[in-house]
């Protein structure tokens, strides 16, 4: 504001001294200068116009945030269980606090810039909101939610609706576009102009979302409703070049086609419906089954095997510290065989543990088949730490109840491994033993014969662990654990054990387990006499 007030002084000053020195001996000249005094005093009430605009909507901009952060901070966890308020803050903080922040520099404001210059060293990144982006999609396909319903915020277990603007579902539709992801860039253009045909204000053109749209649909194959949409665009943009240039373009293509069906008597392409367009069929060859399964369709659970499952008190042959206190132990499924124990954890521990976890968490990694290196993958999206047994009393605790209820030794078992899933957190079907050639790693302690899961949050929607060989779907009970051996007596793995972790639809969802490894189980789980028992 100084440097401004000294620049309106300083061309005050010159016209001042010109005057002086040329103006006044000419009154035609000096007229000029009631004219210029106008101008200046124009251009000071549109610069004092232009910074009540701006405070009214950093003000409102304030007040927003203010009352969204009260909501966020008094239960964020829950808060962050909405995929759209988790894509929503990733956006804000990446792109909509970067707009201010330009809107604010215009003119001095060093306290705040400073503080946000601080601060944004530890805002989310381009990847991270593109990111989450692809997380809404995921859900979307997993769970069969139309691009409307996510919109409005219509999802299963969600307390409060939040809706996505035009920009937000115009934003979405980019991120699939820069992906080559044509098919969601469709849904999300059509819900882009679904929206402004509703009348909801927003700062993106139909013409934008249009020019998407067409192209997306042409390489989706679909030339007639292309060109249809081709046209829609150059009504709304008559200015739009590359419009025109499609135009002749999808003309010929289509006219081309037209003539090749006549002399094969075909039919003539008809543009397809919105919302037919198939889902490109992805790298997971079960796919449909695992998908359907953290749906909760496919699972078979017949009445034969539910009649084979049983509850019961397990103290695993009287162990002394399960004698007097034994364990729930819950049959989830028969063969291969999955128990659930109940209360197995307390609150206590599954906040102490949560707690030590936190600070460390990492990106959760693969062991790349190729190089044996541990890396990052887009199908396992969640973050994790390890716990040392002797770092705290309860990790000790824990572990320690983990040899009672198995019976095994978990001298050799791998470190307690704490995950948490964030917005459409997921780890894709696999296995948890080393299949051959095997891991060098394993030579000392052998390969993974068993899976201890703990469950250290109930999940509102979605979360599943899923097994698509067998349809099976066993679904987070906060306190509980599930139980299940890799491979069988003979250490050959058991196939049937390829199992995912549904994406996260509604909620957190946080886990601990441990992989207990074949050395050291000798006597305890003895060989069998054939390779599959």
Partial sequence: MR??????LW?????????????????????????TEKDLVKSLKEYITAEETKLTAIKSWAEKLDELTHTST?????????????????????TEWVKLESLVLQHTSDGFIANLSIQRQHFPTDEDESGAAKALMRLQDTYKLDSDSISKGRLPGVQHLVSLTVEDCFELGKVAYNDGDYYHTILWMEQTLKQMEEGEPGAVTKAEALDYL?????????????????????????????????????????????????????????????????????YLPERDAYEGLCRGEGIKMTARRQKRLFCRYHNNNNHPRLLFAPIKEEDEWDSPHIVRYHEVLSDAEIERIKELAKPRLARATVRDPKTGILTVAHYRVSKSAWLDDDEDPVVHRVNQRIADVTGLDVETAELLQVANYGVGGQYEPHFDFSRRPFDRNLATEG?????????????????????????????????????????????????RTRHAACP??????????????????????????????
């Fill in 74 to 94: 008094s239960d964020p966890e829950a808060y962050l269980g909405h995929p759209v308020n988790a894509y929503k803050l990733m956006k804000r903080l990446n």
């Fill in 504 to 533: 996260v639809l509604v909620g957190s969802k946080w886990v601990s387990n441990k992989w207990i490894h074949e050395r050291g189980q000798e006597f305890k789980r003895p060989c069998g006499l054939t390779e599959v028992e």
């Fill in 3 to 8: 440097y401004a007030t000294l620049s309106f």
């Fill in 11 to 35: 061309i005050n000053w010159c016209y001042v001294w010109q005057a002086k020195a040329e103006f006044f001996t000419s009154i035609g000249q000096m007229t000029d200068l009631i004219f």
């Fill in 447 to 495: 390969n993974r014969l068993a899976t201890y899961l703990n469950y250290m949050s109930d999940v509102p929607a979605g979360g599943a662990t899923v097994f698509p060989d067998f349809g099976a779907a066993i679904y987070p009970k906060k306190g509980t654990a599930i139980f299940w051996y890799n491979l069988f007596r003979s250490g050959e793995g058991d196939y």
């Fill in 214 to 282: 067409s192209y997306s649909v042409y390489q989706m194959g679909d030339l007639a409703r292309a060109l249809e949409l081709t046209k829609q665009l150059i009504a709304a943009d008559p200015t739009h070049l590359r419009a025109k240039s499609n135009l002749h373009y999808f003309t010929n293509l289509l006219r081309d086609e037209e003539q090749a069906n006549q002399r094969t008597d075909e039919e003539p392409s008809e543009p397809l419906a919105t919302g037919t367009y198939a889902r490109p069929k992805g």
